[in-house]
């Protein structure tokens, strides 16, 4: 089935984020790596990986083995040099990367995350455009995140600065007392308003081929046909 792997997002220095140490394991210096790639052999290949840990560069380093972790998210790695379990331990928050020119090829129907964030998201039983793809989520079963349109360019504009400024001039030259708290009520709604458009409704897509039978990266837009009650909000 297509749409069943994908590669990780570059980082703001274009490595390849592959996964991040999330805890030791035993006694002998083995790491959880929850996985930022779908690919199991970034994780189970013995081969050269790079660490980075928070505000430092990232250095070479060897993965001898790995496996999955059943019944968890996490693969179980061994790195060379990491034998005992402080050592693991100070590894914990970590990012494993890969370098650009490693990434994997992809087979048809597989696709890089970051070619998948931006797109149109297209109702193909309608012809609207739903939203656009603002994340995606990549362990476990694939997710797209749809921001949905009607909340990317708000219309209201019941809380412009100038407007409160004004409410907030009011509330306080007003002598009367009645009318300082009919301001101030006024302007927690406004507030309150604001707080409520800040936040864009979202939805999260599965990345199935039943779901999404077209993704379109030359034309920026990806086609689904959602079962009932997907998209009921």
């Not at 052999?41 to 999955?68: A, H, M, N, Q």
């Not at 797109?119 to 921001?147: K, R």
């Not at 219309?155 to 009318?179: G, R, V, W, Y």
């Not at 939805?203 to 990806?222: K, R, S």
């Amino acid at each position: 089935m297509g749409h069943s792997n994908m590669e990780n997002k570059e980082t703001a220095d274009n490595w390849l984020l592959i996964g991040r140490i999330v805890g030791a394991h035993g006694l002998n210096g083995h790491v959880k790596v929850y996985p930022e790639s779908d690919f199991p052999e970034r994780f189970l290949d013995p081969g050269e990986r790079w660490l980075k840990k928070s505000g430092k560069d990232p250095v070479s380093i060897k993965l001898t083995s790995g496996r999955y972790l059943e019944g968890t998210k996490n693969y179980l790695v061994k790195l060379a040099g990491i034998n005992y379990r402080d050592q693991a331990e100070d590894l914990r928050g970590a990012q494993l990367l890969v370098p650009p020119e490693d990434r994997l090829p992809l087979e048809p129907g597989e696709f890089h995350v970051e070619d998948l964030v931006g797109l149109s998201v297209l109702i193909q039983s309608e012809g609207e455009i739903l939203g656009t793809v603002t994340n995606v989520f990549t362990t476990g079963h694939d997710l797209l995140e749809v921001t949905l349109k009607e909340q990317e360019a708000p219309s209201d504009n019941s809380t412009n600065p100038s407007e409160i400024a004004t409410e907030i001039e009011k509330s306080l030259n007003a002598e009367d007392s009645s009318i300082r708290a009919k301001a101030a009520g006024k302007l927690r709604r406004k507030a309150k308003r604001a707080r409520k458009k800040k936040k864009p409704k979202t939805l999260l897509i599965p990345f199935v081929e039943e779901i999404v039978p077209i993704v379109d990266i030359e034309q920026g837009q990806i086609e689904i046909t959602p079962p009932p009650g997907l998209i009921d909000l």
